[in-house]
Protein backbone atom coordinates (compact mmCIF):
# COMPACT_ATOMS: atom_id res chain seq x y z
CA UNK A 1 0.00 0.00 0.00
CA UNK A 2 1.64 3.44 -1.05
CA UNK A 3 1.31 4.72 2.76
CA UNK A 4 4.70 2.38 2.69
CA UNK A 5 6.17 4.24 0.23
CA UNK A 6 5.73 7.72 1.53
CA UNK A 7 6.38 9.08 4.77
CA UNK A 8 3.20 11.59 6.05
CA UNK A 9 3.74 14.12 8.34
CA UNK A 10 2.14 14.14 11.68
CA UNK A 11 0.54 17.03 12.59
CA UNK A 12 1.56 18.38 15.94
CA UNK A 13 -0.33 20.32 18.44
CA UNK A 14 0.72 23.06 20.72
CA UNK A 15 -0.63 22.57 24.76
CA UNK A 16 -3.91 24.68 24.34
CA UNK A 17 -5.35 22.48 20.88
CA UNK A 18 -4.28 19.26 23.70
CA UNK A 19 -6.29 20.56 25.84
CA UNK A 20 -9.54 21.63 24.08
CA UNK A 21 -8.86 18.06 22.65
CA UNK A 22 -9.24 16.31 25.63
CA UNK A 23 -12.68 18.16 26.03
CA UNK A 24 -13.82 16.34 23.17
CA UNK A 25 -12.00 12.98 24.29
CA UNK A 26 -14.05 12.86 27.79
CA UNK A 27 -17.42 13.18 25.57
CA UNK A 28 -16.32 9.95 23.96
CA UNK A 29 -15.16 8.34 27.34
CA UNK A 30 -18.61 9.58 29.09
CA UNK A 31 -20.83 8.50 26.23
CA UNK A 32 -19.08 4.92 25.62
CA UNK A 33 -19.55 5.03 29.69
CA UNK A 34 -23.27 5.14 28.99
CA UNK A 35 -23.53 2.98 26.06
CA UNK A 36 -21.33 0.21 27.80
CA UNK A 37 -23.96 0.59 31.25
CA UNK A 38 -26.94 0.46 28.59
CA UNK A 39 -25.96 -2.74 26.57
CA UNK A 40 -28.12 -5.01 28.11
CA UNK A 41 -30.54 -7.94 26.27
CA UNK A 42 -33.38 -7.01 24.97
CA UNK A 43 -31.74 -3.63 24.12
CA UNK A 44 -30.96 -2.86 20.01
CA UNK A 45 -28.53 -1.06 18.60
CA UNK A 46 -30.35 1.67 17.32
CA UNK A 47 -31.82 2.15 20.95
CA UNK A 48 -28.17 2.50 21.99
CA UNK A 49 -27.12 4.80 19.45
CA UNK A 50 -30.11 6.94 20.08
CA UNK A 51 -29.22 7.65 24.08
CA UNK A 52 -25.64 8.32 22.53
CA UNK A 53 -26.63 11.23 20.41
CA UNK A 54 -28.13 12.62 23.00
CA UNK A 55 -25.77 12.73 25.42
CA UNK A 56 -22.79 13.64 23.13
CA UNK A 57 -25.64 16.50 22.07
CA UNK A 58 -26.24 17.50 25.99
CA UNK A 59 -22.66 17.80 26.21
CA UNK A 60 -22.33 20.54 23.96
CA UNK A 61 -20.48 17.81 20.99
CA UNK A 62 -21.59 17.24 17.61
CA UNK A 63 -21.29 13.46 16.79
CA UNK A 64 -18.47 12.21 14.52
CA UNK A 65 -19.68 9.60 12.71
CA UNK A 66 -23.56 10.55 12.33
CA UNK A 67 -23.21 11.74 8.65
CA UNK A 68 -19.61 10.80 7.86
CA UNK A 69 -19.93 10.14 4.26
CA UNK A 70 -23.44 8.75 4.19
CA UNK A 71 -23.12 7.36 7.41
CA UNK A 72 -26.47 6.92 9.49
CA UNK A 73 -25.32 6.56 13.15
CA UNK A 74 -24.01 8.53 16.23
CA UNK A 75 -22.19 5.21 16.92
CA UNK A 76 -20.61 2.22 15.16
CA UNK A 77 -21.75 -0.80 17.38
CA UNK A 78 -20.43 -4.12 15.77
CA UNK A 79 -22.30 -7.74 16.92
CA UNK A 80 -19.77 -11.10 17.11
CA UNK A 81 -18.64 -11.86 14.05
CA UNK A 82 -19.09 -7.95 12.80
CA UNK A 83 -15.76 -6.67 13.24
CA UNK A 84 -16.31 -2.83 12.30
CA UNK A 85 -18.67 0.41 11.12
CA UNK A 86 -21.97 -1.68 12.33
CA UNK A 87 -25.19 0.63 11.45
CA UNK A 88 -27.04 0.69 14.70
CA UNK A 89 -31.04 -0.22 14.12
CA UNK A 90 -33.07 -3.05 14.58
CA UNK A 91 -30.95 -5.75 16.31
CA UNK A 92 -31.93 -7.08 19.66
CA UNK A 93 -28.42 -7.52 21.52
CA UNK A 94 -28.49 -11.40 23.63
CA UNK A 95 -26.84 -12.32 26.20
CA UNK A 96 -23.33 -13.00 25.94
CA UNK A 97 -22.96 -11.25 22.22
CA UNK A 98 -19.27 -9.75 22.00
CA UNK A 99 -20.29 -6.17 20.98
CA UNK A 100 -17.55 -3.66 19.94
CA UNK A 101 -18.98 0.03 20.34
CA UNK A 102 -16.81 2.71 18.75
CA UNK A 103 -17.52 6.26 19.30
CA UNK A 104 -16.51 9.47 18.02
CA UNK A 105 -17.46 13.19 19.26
CA UNK A 106 -16.12 16.91 18.06
CA UNK A 107 -15.96 19.95 20.56
CA UNK A 108 -15.23 23.43 19.11
CA UNK A 109 -13.44 21.53 15.69
CA UNK A 110 -11.50 19.10 17.68
CA UNK A 111 -12.39 15.11 17.39
CA UNK A 112 -12.19 12.43 20.15
CA UNK A 113 -12.74 8.70 19.06
CA UNK A 114 -12.57 5.69 21.02
CA UNK A 115 -13.97 2.29 20.89
CA UNK A 116 -14.77 -0.66 23.50
CA UNK A 117 -15.83 -4.29 23.60
CA UNK A 118 -17.95 -6.00 26.04
CA UNK A 119 -20.16 -9.22 26.61
CA UNK A 120 -23.64 -8.59 27.00
CA UNK A 121 -24.78 -9.47 30.40
CA UNK A 122 -21.27 -9.22 31.97
CA UNK A 123 -18.28 -11.33 32.08
CA UNK A 124 -20.51 -14.55 33.36
CA UNK A 125 -22.19 -14.36 30.00
CA UNK A 126 -18.90 -14.94 28.03
CA UNK A 127 -17.32 -17.88 26.51
CA UNK A 128 -13.84 -18.41 27.44
CA UNK A 129 -12.92 -17.68 23.95
CA UNK A 130 -14.31 -14.38 23.85
CA UNK A 131 -13.42 -12.78 27.27
CA UNK A 132 -9.76 -13.96 25.79
CA UNK A 133 -9.81 -12.22 23.14
CA UNK A 134 -11.81 -9.42 24.54
CA UNK A 135 -9.11 -8.89 26.98
CA UNK A 136 -6.08 -9.65 24.80
CA UNK A 137 -7.25 -7.29 22.11
CA UNK A 138 -7.47 -4.07 24.90
CA UNK A 139 -3.88 -5.25 26.47
CA UNK A 140 -2.73 -4.85 22.68
CA UNK A 141 -4.08 -1.56 22.62
CA UNK A 142 -2.12 -0.54 25.70
CA UNK A 143 1.03 -2.40 24.11
CA UNK A 144 1.08 -0.04 21.45
CA UNK A 145 -0.26 2.95 22.87
CA UNK A 146 3.01 2.37 25.35
CA UNK A 147 5.86 2.42 22.16
CA UNK A 148 4.83 6.03 21.21
CA UNK A 149 7.23 8.68 22.52
CA UNK A 150 8.42 11.67 20.69
CA UNK A 151 11.41 11.14 17.90
CA UNK A 152 10.09 7.25 18.15
CA UNK A 153 9.42 5.29 15.12
CA UNK A 154 5.48 5.63 14.37
CA UNK A 155 5.51 1.60 13.31
CA UNK A 156 6.83 0.53 16.33
CA UNK A 157 2.79 0.74 17.36
CA UNK A 158 2.32 -2.19 14.66
CA UNK A 159 5.50 -4.03 16.38
CA UNK A 160 3.96 -3.54 19.87
CA UNK A 161 0.54 -4.74 19.15
CA UNK A 162 1.58 -7.41 17.05
CA UNK A 163 4.27 -8.83 19.51
CA UNK A 164 1.14 -8.22 22.23
CA UNK A 165 -1.20 -10.67 20.20
CA UNK A 166 1.22 -13.30 19.87
CA UNK A 167 2.21 -13.48 23.05
CA UNK A 168 -1.21 -13.79 24.43
CA UNK A 169 -2.75 -16.70 21.36
CA UNK A 170 0.59 -18.69 22.80
CA UNK A 171 -0.52 -18.13 26.55
CA UNK A 172 -3.96 -19.01 25.36
CA UNK A 173 -3.36 -22.19 23.60
CA UNK A 174 -0.52 -23.37 26.36
CA UNK A 175 -3.30 -23.24 28.89
CA UNK A 176 -5.92 -24.73 26.35
CA UNK A 177 -8.37 -21.90 26.58
CA UNK A 178 -11.55 -23.29 24.91
CA UNK A 179 -12.06 -22.26 21.25
CA UNK A 180 -8.57 -19.67 20.94
CA UNK A 181 -6.51 -21.58 18.29
CA UNK A 182 -5.73 -18.61 16.25
CA UNK A 183 -5.99 -14.65 16.52
CA UNK A 184 -5.87 -12.33 13.16
CA UNK A 185 -5.50 -8.94 13.20
CA UNK A 186 -6.84 -7.03 10.56
CA UNK A 187 -4.72 -5.48 8.30
CA UNK A 188 -6.93 -3.38 5.93
CA UNK A 189 -7.96 -1.27 8.93
CA UNK A 190 -5.61 0.59 11.07
CA UNK A 191 -5.58 3.74 13.40
CA UNK A 192 -4.84 6.98 12.29
CA UNK A 193 -3.92 10.92 13.01
CA UNK A 194 -6.82 13.05 14.64
CA UNK A 195 -7.48 16.34 15.55
CA UNK A 196 -9.64 19.26 13.67
CA UNK A 197 -10.71 16.02 11.06
CA UNK A 198 -11.75 12.93 12.27
CA UNK A 199 -9.18 10.86 9.82
CA UNK A 200 -5.78 12.46 9.00
CA UNK A 201 -2.46 11.13 8.33
CA UNK A 202 -0.83 9.19 9.22
CA UNK A 203 -1.92 5.40 8.92
CA UNK A 204 -1.10 3.27 12.24
CA UNK A 205 -0.54 0.01 11.05
CA UNK A 206 -1.74 -2.52 13.74
CA UNK A 207 1.05 -4.85 12.74
CA UNK A 208 5.25 -4.78 12.07
CA UNK A 209 5.96 -3.86 8.77
CA UNK A 210 9.32 -3.20 7.50
CA UNK A 211 9.35 0.05 7.27
CA UNK A 212 10.12 2.48 9.69
CA UNK A 213 7.36 4.96 9.34
CA UNK A 214 7.35 8.76 9.91
CA UNK A 215 9.06 10.36 13.22
CA UNK A 216 6.20 11.03 16.11
CA UNK A 217 6.41 14.48 17.17
CA UNK A 218 6.03 15.99 20.51
CA UNK A 219 2.48 17.18 20.49
CA UNK A 220 1.27 14.46 18.02
CA UNK A 221 -2.49 12.98 18.43
CA UNK A 222 -3.20 9.55 17.36
CA UNK A 223 -5.99 7.16 17.07
CA UNK A 224 -4.56 3.72 18.08
CA UNK A 225 -7.29 0.74 17.45
CA UNK A 226 -6.46 -2.71 17.01
CA UNK A 227 -9.19 -4.81 15.43
CA UNK A 228 -8.52 -8.49 16.33
CA UNK A 229 -10.61 -12.02 15.23
CA UNK A 230 -10.76 -15.52 16.35
CA UNK A 231 -9.47 -16.69 13.34
CA UNK A 232 -8.74 -15.29 9.86
CA UNK A 233 -7.62 -11.73 8.84
CA UNK A 234 -9.97 -12.09 5.73
CA UNK A 235 -13.18 -9.52 5.96
CA UNK A 236 -16.00 -8.43 3.67
CA UNK A 237 -18.27 -6.07 3.82
CA UNK A 238 -22.15 -6.00 3.90
CA UNK A 239 -24.67 -5.18 1.36
CA UNK A 240 -25.28 -1.92 3.38
CA UNK A 241 -21.64 -0.56 1.95
CA UNK A 242 -20.40 -0.86 5.63
CA UNK A 243 -20.45 -3.16 8.44
CA UNK A 244 -17.18 -5.16 7.68
CA UNK A 245 -17.84 -8.99 8.59
CA UNK A 246 -15.51 -11.72 8.91
CA UNK A 247 -15.22 -14.23 5.79
CA UNK A 248 -14.80 -17.49 8.37
CA UNK A 249 -17.59 -16.23 10.95
CA UNK A 250 -15.39 -16.10 13.32
CA UNK A 251 -15.33 -13.37 16.33
CA UNK A 252 -13.70 -10.15 16.72
CA UNK A 253 -12.82 -7.34 19.22
CA UNK A 254 -11.92 -3.38 18.78
CA UNK A 255 -10.24 -1.45 21.52
CA UNK A 256 -9.50 2.22 20.68
CA UNK A 257 -7.76 4.97 22.35
CA UNK A 258 -6.82 9.00 20.86
CA UNK A 259 -3.12 9.78 22.89
CA UNK A 260 -1.75 12.65 22.78
CA UNK A 261 2.64 12.46 22.78
CA UNK A 262 3.97 15.05 24.81
CA UNK A 263 7.91 15.54 25.59
CA UNK A 264 6.99 14.27 29.26
CA UNK A 265 4.63 10.92 28.98
CA UNK A 266 1.23 10.37 27.68
CA UNK A 267 -2.09 11.59 27.98
CA UNK A 268 -5.03 9.32 26.51
CA UNK A 269 -7.65 11.80 25.66
CA UNK A 270 -10.04 9.19 25.63
CA UNK A 271 -9.68 7.56 28.88
CA UNK A 272 -11.89 8.97 31.86
CA UNK A 273 -8.54 8.84 33.93
CA UNK A 274 -6.44 10.03 30.81
CA UNK A 275 -4.88 6.76 31.04
CA UNK A 276 -3.11 6.71 34.45
CA UNK A 277 -4.08 3.14 35.00
CA UNK A 278 -3.42 1.93 31.68
CA UNK A 279 0.02 3.67 31.59
CA UNK A 280 1.02 2.23 34.78
CA UNK A 281 0.63 -1.20 33.58
CA UNK A 282 2.85 -1.22 30.26
CA UNK A 283 5.23 0.66 32.42
CA UNK A 284 4.66 4.40 30.48
CA UNK A 285 5.09 7.62 31.79
CA UNK A 286 1.65 9.72 32.23
CA UNK A 287 2.09 13.70 31.54
CA UNK A 288 -1.87 15.29 31.96
CA UNK A 289 -1.50 18.78 31.06
CA UNK A 290 -4.64 19.69 32.53
CA UNK A 291 -7.93 17.63 33.94
Not at 67 to 94: A, K, Q
Not at 108 to 113: F, I, K, L, P, V
Amino acid sequence: MSIFRRRPRIEAKSPDELVAMRRAGLVVARTLSLARERAVAGVTTGELDAEAEEAIRGSGAVPSFLGYHGFTGSLCISVNDEVVHGIPGGRVLEDGDLVSIDCGAIVEGWHGDAALSLVVGGRQQGSPADLALMDDTEASLWAGIAALRPGGRLFAVGDAVESSVDAALERRVKDAVPGVEAYGILEDYTGHGIGREMHMDPHVPNYGVSAAGPTVPSGATLAIEPMVTLGSIETRTLDDDWTVVTSDGSRAAHWEHTVAVTDDGLWVLTAADGGAAGLERVGAAFAPLSD
